[in-house]
């Protein structure tokens, strides 16, 4: 009966996983897995995916089998739901033959609720013998957007995951991602063979994430800045795009007093995993990264991620900032933007030995990036509506918040694009600048541009300005830069209206960057709960607590307790166990676990 299987969901999620209600779809989807059907989910980043496979599993006869590329987290994933009391284990090639033998035998042995397996795993012979002759609750298919050939997360063993369907065709299936647009989305369906699945499409919003993309001058000091006045003493993450600045980047920072750590591509793997697990299990690290980092990465707590270079599309922004504020508290995304990330991205395009197709979908994905830097209307809106959703200015952003001016540029870009014609269309941003802001330099005089009648014509505004005024221009392809010739400027056929006077341009008025400042409110319902001196100070004994018992139990803090979670048992003080179970996040098996040392803990006896 449908209902009654609604009923025992909502009394697992309550009592193993102590949560009080379902988020958004999960009831559904939980329900229809539960009940033997297909399903495609898409859901952000801190939607709430994992209960909508954890809890069917637990609901139907036999083993829920769950395939993800992420082999670095398994092991956490498992310690987590120890914790819960739901009995997990993992097949994947950081085991030995001994641990993997211990596995087979507990799913055989019918012991297991959930196996999490790698997909290269899953496919050996010697596994799908064994998955044969054991029943099977259903298979997740975890991170499903790895089945896209056009995405940099592409797992080729994915493509042959259409295997479960054909030899397990009465297992019901989930696919699983948080990657938003349509053709991965089509991707999936077809070729995990999911077209009679039902598919849920969640609001990709994450209200809680606060938007902003600042002028990038000085970028290490505004990095800095921003770090110590919104969130010294938080972990998050720092992206670049190359491996070089992720060095440098994080050593900049340590020197600086921020507790940072480099991860990349190009370190020795055993490094790289040291550095992921520290991320994860201590508190407050800053992570410098290339975007190798990140996929599947679940700590709860990432307070803020920021982008040093610009993403080349916002499918990728869009991930990479996801990342932060899984817990559903207030976090940053903030990114800092200028002139040579574009012509840097463009360049890369360019040079690229990509066929033509290819490099036209990448531009056309650069520009999109380009108009959310650029747009002065809300980012959220702006970056909902590249995925299909409609939406209203949400107030949480930068342009929200201090919403920019436009101007009426066509008089500026006339000088900036005679300066480049006038100059024969040989020259890069420096010189034409200095032409234009009649610059007293050799190279200017040797040219004889300072004889030029647009020399000195841009005397009036101050350089920077001057960059945002070229950046605009290249985005909004007004200017073009040949990157054949040493990265000269061009003009290309729509400048000419332009310089005609036929066509106006607005642009945004450049805003000299600030020094950052604590934003004195967050928008309304994400404000943390504010704590009393006395409850701040339970609050901190309890983060100890958990940092002592993390280490025993050698997992991660958030495995024990989220912040949260904390946050609310300080606020509400419970003394006896009944009071504790009212918690969100606290379920049965806690309780037991650590309830009594948590009142213990509470009432001042520990
Ligand atoms: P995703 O995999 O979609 O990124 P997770 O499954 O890791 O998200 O969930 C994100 C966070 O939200 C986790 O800490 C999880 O425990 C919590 N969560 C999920 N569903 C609920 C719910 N119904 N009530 C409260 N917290 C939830
Ligand atoms: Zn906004």
């Known amino acids: 009966m449908p209902g009654d299987l609604r009923a025992r969901a909502l009394h697992v999620l309550q009592s193993v996983f102590g949560y009080p209600a379902f988020r958004g779809e999960q009831a559904d989807i939980i329900a229809l897995i539960a009940g033997g059907g297909d399903a495609l989910v898409l859901m952000p980043t801190g939607g709430g995916k994992s209960l909508c496979y954890q809890i069917p599993s637990l609901l139907r006869e036999g083993c829920g089998v769950v395939i993800s590329p992420l082999i670095a987290l398994m092991q956490d994933q498992v310690d987590a739901l120890a914790e819960l009391g739901v009995r997990a284990a993992f097949l994947n090639s950081t085991q030995s033959f001994d641990e993997m033998l211990a596995v087979e035998r507990?799913?055989?042995?019918?012991?297991?609720?959930?196996l999490y397996v790698a997909p290269e795993r899953l496919l050996t012979p010697r596994c799908l013998e064994m998955l044969d002759g054991v029943p099977i609750a259903l298979f997740a298919i975890d991170e499903a957007h790895c089945v896209s050939q056009w995405g940099h997360d592409f797992r080729p063993e994915y493509i042959r995951l259409s295997v479960l369907h054909e030899r397990y065709p009465q297992v019901p299936r989930i696919a699983l991602t948080a990657t938003a647009d349509f053709q991965t989305r089509d991707e999936i369906v077809h070729r995990l063979q999911l077209d009679g699945a039902r598919q849920f499409i969640s609001s990709f919003d994450r209200p809680n994430i606060r938007y902003q993309i600042v002028e990038k001058e000085n970028v290490r000091r505004q990095l800095l800045d921003f770090i110590r006045n919104e969130h010294r003493g938080d972990a998050g993450i720092v992206y670049c795009l190359s491996r070089k600045k992720v060095e440098e980047t994080a050593a900049f920072l340590n020197e600086s007093g921020i507790a940072a750590l480099a991860y990349h591509a190009g370190m020795d793997s055993g490094t790289r995993s040291a550095h992921q697990a520290r991320f994860l299990r201590e508190d407050g690290i800053v992570m410098v990264a290339t975007i190798a980092f990140g996929m599947g990465i679940d700590k709860p707590d990432v307070r803020f991620v920021a982008h040093l270079d610009l993403p080349k599309s916002i499918e990728g922004y869009y991930q990479e900032t996801g990342r932060a504020g899984r817990d559903g508290l207030p976090a940053d995304a903030w990114m800092?933007?200028?002139?040579?990330?574009?012509?840097?991205?463009?360049?890369?395009?360019?040079?690229?030995?990509?066929?033509?197709?290819?490099?036209?979908?990448?531009?056309?994905?650069?520009?999109?990036?380009?108009?959310?830097?650029?747009?002065?209307?809300?980012?959220?809106?702006?970056?909902?509506?590249?995925?299909?959703?409609?939406?209203?200015?949400?107030?949480?952003?930068?342009?929200?918040?201090?919403p920019p001016q436009s101007f009426d540029a066509t008089e500026e870009v006339q000088k900036l694009l005679s300066t480049i014609y006038r100059t024969g269309q040989r020259f890069g941003a420096v010189h034409v600048l200095e032409v234009l802001r009649g610059s007293d330099s050799d190279k200017v005089r040797q040219w004889g541009h300072d004889k030029l009648s647009t020399y000195g014509i841009g005397s009036d505004k101050p350089e920077p300005e001057w960059r945002a005024i070229l950046r605009q221009a290249i985005a909004l392809g007004l200017v073009e830069i040949d990157h054949d010739n040493y990265g000269s400027l061009r003009?290309?056929?729509?400048?000419?209206?332009?310089?005609?006077?036929?066509?106006?341009?607005?642009?945004?008025?450049?805003?000299?960057?600030?020094?950052?400042?604590?934003?004195?409110?967050?928008?309304?319902?994400?404000?943390?709960i504010e704590l009393s001196a006395p409850q701040q100070a339970l609050f901190e004994k309890l983060r100890w607590w958990r940092v002592e018992t993390a280490r025993s139990h050698n997992v991660p803090a958030y495995v024990i307790f989220h912040d949260a979670t904390l946050r609310e048992i300080a606020r509400a003080m419970?003394?006896?166990?009944?009071?504790?179970?009212?918690?969100?996040?606290?379920?049965?098996?806690?309780?037991?676990?650590?309830?009594?040392?948590?009142?213990?803990?509470?009432?001042?006896?520990?």
Do not use: W
């Open 106 to 114: 507990a799913l055989r042995r019918g012991e297991l609720d959930l």
């Open 336 to 402: 800092a933007y200028g002139l040579q990330d574009v012509v840097q991205q463009r360049r890369m395009i360019e040079e690229s030995d990509a066929d033509i197709t290819f490099k036209r979908m990448q531009s056309a994905r650069l520009d999109a990036m380009l108009g959310l830097c650029e747009t002065i209307g809300c980012r959220r809106v702006h970056l909902l509506d590249y995925f299909g959703q409609a939406s209203t200015a949400c107030g949480n952003c930068d342009t929200c918040l201090a």
């Open 491 to 528: 003009l290309p056929e729509g400048a000419r209206a332009v310089l005609r006077g036929e066509r106006r341009v607005a642009m945004r008025h450049y805003q000299k960057p600030q020094k950052q400042r604590r934003p004195a409110a967050r928008a309304s319902g994400f404000a943390e």
């Open 574 to 606: 419970p003394v006896t166990i009944d009071e504790l179970r009212q918690v969100s996040g606290v379920g049965e098996k806690k309780l037991e676990t650590y309830g009594e040392q948590l009142i213990a803990l509470v009432s001042g006896e520990a």
